[in-house]
């Protein structure tokens, strides 16, 4: 099994920064990418930002510019540094992986965290 551990969330000011971190541990084999996705209420879950094992990312066009995702593949880490933060990214993140796991490699899952709150607000 899998676990993925999420820290850095809390609450910051218009204009101010986050950085959030996501361990996984368990029987990895390999982590093929990792992300975040975040979810406000009453709306749709969404992703935020992606990384792959190369280091290749993808951005949601809300957070182009602002946001940087990061990996320590020899920590099985990700984060996310979040930067001028606005109140419309105010939500709950959740990180999500795509784990091969096992001692031979044979099967890949996607796992998720419990999720951490972000609040932007005065």
């Known amino acids: 099994q899998v676990q993925l551990v999420e820290s850095g969330g809390g609450l910051v000011q218009p204009g101010g920064s986050l950085r959030l971190s996501c361990a996984a541990s368990?029987?990895?084999?390999?982590?093929?990418?990792m992300g975040w996705y975040r979810q406000a209420p009453g709306k749709q879950r969404e992703l935020v930002a992606a990384i792959t094992s190369s280091s290749s990312t993808n951005y949601a066009d809300s957070v182009k510019g602002r946001f940087t995702i990061s990996r320590d593949n020899a920590k099985n880490t990700v984060y996310l540094q979040m930067n001028s933060l606005k109140p419309d990214d105010t939500a709950v993140y959740y990180c999500?992986?795509?784990?091969?796991?096992?001692?031979?490699?044979?099967?890949?899952?996607?796992?998720w965290g419990q999720g951490t709150q972000v609040t932007v607000s005065s």
């Open positions: 368990g029987s990895i084999f390999s982590i093929n990418a």
């Open positions: 999500n992986a795509a784990v091969v796991v096992g001692t031979y490699g044979r099967y890949e899952y996607y796992y």
